[in-house]
């Protein structure tokens, strides 16, 4: 399994932006699909944004098309999302996931079950 350590949430007024990191520790990171997900309080976690290994693919909510960005730095085995015009609505623990695969292929994944490894989260709040 990939160690994950999420950063960069916090608390932000509605409108602002915060960028939040997941720094992963494998040295085959630029093998690995990643994602994004959250869980707000009394919600079932659920699918933000995906990347492929290259970068080249990627995938979004329609909660946040348009408002998020998910990218990477496989030189530095850390992968990002930077979310912009924050809604309260958005507020929940936000969570890096891992799926260990190939080169060979640019998949990624939207479903919770197919990520091998978790980070433990990092809290985002925006206020009204």
């Known amino acids: 399994q990939v160690q994950l350590v999420e950063s960069g949430g916090g608390l932000v007024q509605a409108g602002g932006s915060l960028r939040l990191s997941c720094a992963a520790s494998v040295r085959t990171f630029s093998t690995y699909a990643m994602g994004w997900f959250r869980q707000a309080s009394g919600l079932e976690r659920e699918f933000v944004a995906a990347i492929s290994w290259s970068g080249k693919s990627t995938n979004y909510a329609d909660s946040v098309k348009g408002r998020f960005t998910i990218s990477r730095d496989n030189d530095k085995n850390t992968v990002y999302l930077q979310m912009n015009s924050l809604k309260p609505e958005d507020t929940a623990v936000y969570f890096c996931?891992?799926?260990?695969?190939?080169?060979?292929?640019?998949?990624?994944?939207?479903?919770?079950?197919?990520?091998?490894?978790w980070g433990q989260g990092t809290q985002v709040t925006v206020s009204s």
């Open positions: 996931a891992a799926k260990s695969g190939s080169r060979a292929v640019e998949a990624l994944y939207t479903i919770r079950r197919m990520y091998d490894s």
